[in-house]
């Protein structure tokens, strides 16, 4: 089973210093990033293209992905199926990824096995055979996909109606997996086209972080990636953009299979962008102020413990997004309390947010709090080598990535308020109610 | 100025019988409808192109409409602006519009300056000549327009943005006019891209109306339009489709230049298709039922009269499209009564009807209101030609607008009654408030 958009990684506690990150370009325009992390003699191999599912032609959602589980039909060298084999005989692992933004592809094996990994993945970057059986066979496992991650799922829904709602304009408003209807119709050629369009050295990004030294990494990859040949299909990411949001939207989704009912609002936020990230490293603050813990969050402390009304409260953003993302809160009310009363609890907990300001023993622990969850974040290779991977992909820097934890620490409370005062703005926002009940008519 | 997406004949009353239409194809695909009047020694000479804002590729919002207004800049042959000056010259009138689906050009002259008005609009089919300073200009009467139509009035604002709800997918979401921040940024070569990948004569219907026999057009046309060559750079208009729609979207547009707040929803609904009209004229006569006399209609007699809750109401429904269109409907209240209670009070009187269903006398002369405005509209040569122009566009035939007529006087209650309950669904549709008070946070 391969992940679409799942993130999280596991943390792992233990001793942290510095990157150790060396960057290099290839000839035919692939870059190359290497962390590096003896402690272990294992390797993550990963390939990043900078293609996502908000970089598909209208009409055609959902091909990323599909294309993401087509890339393990095989090659010419390798049959169908065999290269998840291989790498499972080498006693490692694989899988894959596509988000709105980026599609990847990793193995984690031990160091001395990265160099049949490149041979691998630099193969089936421009050799990869489809059959029309592959096709329908893969079409029916991401259909199935869809029925379980999404169809199935009430939330789910309506956060894919929410993000339809959410974006008037701009391409984050499909969904990574594809509408169905459209998924049902792709088709081998669709695959081969969004292949060869975007599937090139000069549009993707090797990630190698272990148990290796930077110069075996450049001297393994011009080997096998250096003689792919550099495409002059890729074109430039220029989306269409959101005009003014004048009106908020709401939206009721009922439905007969919810068990938890919820108040959930979206608001549109930027994104980190490369050299200017201090608005985002805010807003990434404020949701950990507002939601990021599960009992001392300002939301938390007023629902689940003042109050009394909500069982759960969270607030989230992101900010890892070529375009504008989502800066979000959810409530979840206590048993038998209605959505109106959890919804006007919610906006009061936020206008006297507005009002008070940042409480600064919050601040001063939500800091530290961020602090050790980027410490803790770095001492996981793989979890480094997708930051950095995922940061690439939609255009930061290396430096960026290594600015992020100070930039964080360095944001003030007023920045904070700033970022509030302009991300909480109704007209920019979608409010969801996942509901049991059928919506009155 | 031009139009844009602007419908209503102006009603001329006066004997009418059953159109004289003939169609013929040249050799080069492009399509020919005659409608022979004699009554006057005018004509009405109109080109369709099967290319509207529904078309237009992402980022691009406003190219079709932009290159409607960029058709006058000249040719060869004819200076920028004089192809207006020559029509006036001659005592004729000319203008353009542009929709969703189609964008067309006419004029109406005295019958005996056909040939010329052929010559011309043969001319610019694919002599357009473009400078970057017309289109400079061109862009400022565009942003202007924008100005005037959109951005100075609330009601239009509100209906962009709950289209831009209403669709999650199709590209019926963006506006004709376009987005601002896409308008500015159209340039020369946008606008000849789309000329080139759209207008040629097997993109285009011929209608001609009024003087003349089909004799003397084919002749014409053959002269006129016979030589300019096919283009095969015209795509099949397959546009993404809709996926399943699970949650009303409600909004509230909040503006201190709101003079008259009002409640107003639109529903997705089915469109007039080829050879399968009745759910389309079920829907019609479902909206004149509801809301189409000012003061006979379902919801007038509720609200304007029985309650006194409304000053106005209305309910509208086109289905001249090549997809899915929407049903409306739009409660004015009386002075100082709040939206909540209007809404409430709307949904009252549908939910009344739903379960009453259609009063027989209200249907009868329903049907008698509609067949007299068949006739009048019948009687109006340029609206007769815009008629089967539009319909023909959109890939309905001369048969299907001929039987337009007959199908809406065919349908019966229990039609009109499964329509309203197929087509009144709120997970469907998007409810609008417009109101000068900021909305409550």
Do not use: C
């Amino acid at each position: 089973m391969r992940l679409a958009w799942v993130f999280g990684f596991a943390l792992m506690v233990g001793a942290a210093g510095a990157d150790t990150v060396s960057t290099f370009k290839l000839d035919n325009g692939m870059d190359v990033v290497v962390i590096e992390d003896h402690r272990a003699p294992v390797v993550v191999h990963m390939v990043w293209y900078r293609i996502g599912s908000a970089d598909e032609s209208p009409g055609h959602s959902g091909i990323a992905h599909f294309l993401e589980h087509l890339m393990f039909q095989g090659t010419k060298e390798v049959a169908p199926g065999d290269l998840s084999k291989i790498v499972s005989a080498q006693g490692g692992s694989d899988n894959a990824f596509t988000s709105l933004d980026y599609t990847a592809y990793f193995q984690r094996v031990a160091s001395d096995r990265l160099d049949l990994m490149m041979k691998l993945e630099a193969d089936r970057m421009r050799n990869l055979n489809l059959t029309e059986e592959d096709v329908t066979t893969e079409r029916q496992v991401i259909l199935e996909e869809r029925n379980e991650r999404t169809d199935s799922d009430p939330g789910a829904l309506l956060g894919e109606q929410m993000a339809a709602a959410q974006y008037m304009n701009h391409p984050y408003g499909t969904p990574v997996i594809g509408w169905r209807h459209e998924m049902e119709a792709l088709s081998r050629q669709d695959a081969l086209d969004f292949y060869q369009a975007n599937y090139a050295p000069n549009n993707a990004i090797l990630v190698v972080a272990g148990d290796v030294t930077p110069e075996e990494v450049l001297a393994m990859a011009k080997v096998h990636y250096g003689p792919v040949p550099p495409s002059d299909l890729i074109k430039p990411r220029i989306r269409p953009t959101e005009p003014p949001q004048l009106a908020e939207r709401r939206m009721v989704l009922a439905d007969e299979r919810v068990a938890q009912p919820y108040v959930i609002r979206t608001y549109l936020a930027p994104e980190r962008n490369p050299g200017d990230q201090r608005q985002a490293a805010a807003l990434k603050l404020l949701a950990e102020l507002l939601g990021g813990n599960p009992t001392t969050s300002v939301l938390a402390r007023a629902l689940q413990f003042d109050t009394q009304k909500a069982v759960y409260t969270a607030a989230f953003y992101d900010g890892l997004s070529l375009d504008a993302d989502t800066f979000g809160v959810i409530v979840v009310p206590v048993p038998g309390q209605g959505l109106q009363e959890t919804e006007e609890a919610m906006d009061a907990v936020l206008t006297k947010f507005l009002a008070d300001g940042v409480n600064a023993e919050d601040f001063a622990r939500i800091k530290a709090q961020v602090r050790a969850s980027e410490i803790y974040g770095r001492d996981n290779v793989q979890g480094l080598a997708r930051t950095y991977g995922a940061a690439l992909s939609i255009g930061l820097s290396v430096q960026d990535v290594q600015d992020w934890a100070d930039i964080l620490q360095d944001v003030t409370e007023d920045e904070v308020m700033a970022a509030a005062r302009m991300v909480l703005d109704r007209k920019q926002a979608v409010t969801g109610w996942l509901t049991k009940e059928e919506a009155a008519q």
